[in-house]
């Protein structure tokens, strides 16, 4: 049964007035959503505890000590006047990373207030995924702090300036950067490493100086769960969009974003804009990447990662300054096509800070069709009609079902591997993004560096050749920059 199904159970029967005793029962994997509830339970227990020494005379039709009725029926309208759903977690969030040395954000710079979501989306124009660096880690490590130098351990070269200004000298308007923060966590409290943080801040900081969009998000934290195994979400190992990892995930949520949130601040405009999850998802089973509207795991995941969602744009926002005015990225479960159109993407409530302002935007990744851009089996290296329709009709039913609706949505990732067929691969890239400009989505491009079209079984979605500072195609590239310069239409 759906949590507010629960509450609103709860409810009914104290309003039946059912009062020889409340027993409430639960499953063990749904206790910890109920700790949110349980002064205000306990409070209405005790109430009824005491109406047994009030008790109601059917021959006189009298109260025992209508005082204390009179006084319960006064106050019984007020008890769930100050509930609101948006604050209640499976945890009390609670800062416990350690302070000393940690990045703080003392800068100020003007947050034009005044420019909405769709404009932001729209200037985004074409993107770039500054892929496995900063989210290279290694797993298999017992010790989390793996140091600054684990931006160079999936084999890219260490990110220069010159990088970056790279970027937007060829035309690209945003710079993504995937970030994976357990692995710098350096003690028992939730503590980045704030050298991890300076430069995380350092790269952020040269995108912004080159005039580019820059999205910052939590990428590699997925914590890599197998059911079989038995195994739960330990101490900063991540989080898990479940119920039983629910209490450890949001802990980790809430530490980490939190000293992000207070390192990129009142220095940074709206050209900075935050991402909370990645591609949260089902690791370790059947759903993990294939989204089932009738498959319970995937009904409860969808719910948990609703709450992930508010508790982040919560934790960003309370940190106050351009924060509270701060583009940020929502994600469906792993970030997927199917999971935005089918299961219950609940927005966070963003109206304390922001009124009517549009300030959340819909994160999607869409590596369409997926036998073309995705599969590594070079048989299948056409970009054929049917492979148009496709996309055609999942960017529309994107606005359809969003944009229309005043949701703007950023294809936050996308590319088509290399397979060696550069004309398909062409066409490919001017029609998925000529397509989405005109459904008023933006596009960011995946590149994780490897680009040597010999290696089986690589995802070879590697263009920009980061130490020589050139491009491995330049006519794929002219594909993405002039698709992106199609405006929006008027649909």
């Known amino acids: 049964m759906l949590l507010l199904e629960k509450w609103e159970q709860l409810i009914k029967i104290i309003q039946m007035k059912e009062l020889n005793g409340l027993n409430i029962s639960l499953k063990r994997q749904e206790d910890s959503i109920w700790l949110a509830y349980y002064g205000i339970i306990t409070f209405m227990i005790i109430q009824m505890e005491h ?12 109260w025992e000590i209508n005082e204390l009725m009179e006084a319960y029926i006064a106050t019984s309208n007020t008890v769930f006047e100050d509930i609101d759903l948006n604050e209640v977690f499976s945890i009390y969030p609670q800062k416990t990373y350690n302070r000393n040395g940690l990045v703080r954000d003392f800068n100020e ?3 034009n207030d005044q420019i909405s979501a769709e404009q932001v989306v729209n200037e985004i124009g074409m993107g770039w995924n500054l892929g496995n660096t900063l989210d290279a880690h290694d797993r298999n490590l017992i010790r989390f702090d793996q140091g600054v130098e684990s931006e160079t351990s999936w ?3 260490l990110t220069t300036e010159e990088i970056i200004k790279g970027l937007a000298e060829r035309g690209f308007k945003t710079l993504r950067i995937p970030v994976t923060w357990h692995n710098h966590i350096v003690d028992e409290n939730y503590t980045i490493d704030p050298e991890w943080m300076k430069r995380v801040k350092t790269i952020v900081d040269w995108g912004l100086k080159y005039g580019l969009y820059v999205i910052l998000n939590v990428h590699h934290d997925n914590f890599f769960y197998s059911p079989k195994d038995d195994k739960q979400v330990t101490y900063a190992k991540g989080f898990y969009p479940n119920l039983r990892n629910i209490k450890e995930s949001e802990k980790f949520i809430h530490n980490v974003w939190s000293q992000i949130a207070t390192a990129f601040n009142s220095g940074y405009d709206h050209h900075l804009i935050f991402e909370g999850l990645n591609e949260p998802r089902l690791t370790g089973t059947a759903f993990e990447w294939n989204f089932n509207k009738n498959e319970p795991m995937c009904i409860e995941a969808a719910e948990v ?3 992930f969602m508010r508790l982040i744009v919560k934790t960003i926002r309370e940190t106050g300054g351009n924060n509270e005015k701060r583009f940020i990225m929502i994600t469906p479960l792993a970030a ?4 935005a159109m089918e299961s219950k993407v609940v927005f966070p409530d963003d109206t304390k800070y922001n009124g009517f302002k549009k300030k959340l935007i819909l994160s999607v990744h869409m590596y369409a069709p997926y036998n073309l851009a995705l599969n590594g089996d070079k ?3 056409k970009f054929d ?3 148009r329709d496709e996309l055609k009709h999942n960017l529309a039913s994107l606005y359809n079902k969003y944009v229309k609706g005043g949701i703007p949505v950023i294809i936050g990732e996308m590319g088509c591997v290399n397979k060696n067929n550069n004309e398909d691969r062409i066409a490919w ?3 998925y993004v000529t397509i989405a400009r005109r459904y008023h989505l933006s596009t960011i491009m995946w590149d994780n560096g490897i680009s040597d079209i010999t290696l089986e079984g690589q995802e070879i979605f590697g263009e920009y050749d980061r130490a020589k500072l050139s491009w491995v195609n330049e006519d794929f590239i002219d594909a993405y920059i002039k698709g992106a310069e199609t405006e929006f239409d008027d649909l």
């Open 51 to 62: 109406l047994k020494y009030s008790a109601f005379h059917r021959d006189t039709l009298e």
């Open 109 to 111: 710079v003007y947050f």
């Open 155 to 157: 084999g890219n070269v």
């Open 305 to 307: 990662l609703n709450e």
């Open 336 to 339: 997927g096509y199917q999971s």
């Open 379 to 381: 048989a299948y290296s």
């Open 385 to 387: 009609q049917a492979g």
């Open 429 to 431: 890239a001017d029609y």
